[in-house]
């Protein structure tokens, strides 16, 4: 974090357009989130060799970006973060048992557990371990993860998905729910009028 500056940490998700293709869908919302809440021009975005997408000019951010059949999710933070957003769905045969530690289910539901393990493998910048063994279970204080330095936080209300976010340090995530209409304002779906080349 910058000398004087305050903490960040937030996550903000909104609905997919069915038209819209999920990387510039997961963009749009991330550039608005941006534009709301820095005074500076959103950085360029690289990814390392795993994929894990970062801010190329801001070493002090860290970023988490995902996208599902219905929603589009993105975390900016001053510390390592990671975040998931699963539309829920009928499983695959063995999913439970590629996912799932002993145990766990009885604490969680299938998708609530999917969310937090990819979160935690998108902090990590990959995985560090297999997914059953990745154990989250609920204590009185909250959700307990593998490590005690990083913390876990369910957001259940955002319509017929699962999403989680994981992260290093104290402070809580500021969560936000934008509209389909503030992040993708439907002129930019209008068709082109015959003779229009932009």
């Not at 900016?76 to 799932?100: F, H, K, N």
Request: hydrophobic share 35%; with cysteine.
């Amino acid at each position: 974090m910058r000398k004087g500056a305050r903490s960040v940490l937030l996550a903000a998700v909104c609905p997919r357009p069915k038209e819209e293709n999920a990387s510039r869908a997961v963009r749009l919302l991330l550039a608005r989130v941006w534009a709301q809440r820095f005074p500076t021009p959103m950085p360029s975005i690289a990814k390392t060799e795993s994929g894990k997408p970062y801010f190329q000019e801001r070493g002090d951010l860290f970023l988490s970006l995902s996208h599902t059949d219905t929603h589009v999710l993105c975390a900016i933070g001053d510390v390592p973060l990671g975040a998931d957003v699963q539309t829920r769905r009928p499983l695959r045969p063995g999913m439970e048992r590629y996912v799932c530690g002993d145990g766990e289910l009885e604490d969680f539901d299938f998708f609530q557990l999917w969310c937090m393990k990819e979160s935690w493998i998108k902090l990590h910048g990959g995985p560090d371990r297999p997914l059953r063994e990745v154990c989250f279970r609920r204590g009185q204080e909250g959700i307990l993860t593998p490590d005690p330095e990083i913390h876990a936080l369910l957001w259940d209300t955002v319509p017929g998905c699962a999403a989680a976010i994981c992260w290093r340090g104290e402070a809580r995530p500021e969560l936000l729910f934008l509209t389909e209409e503030e992040v993708h304002p439907r002129e930019e779906y209008a068709p082109l009028k015959q003779g229009d080349h932009s």
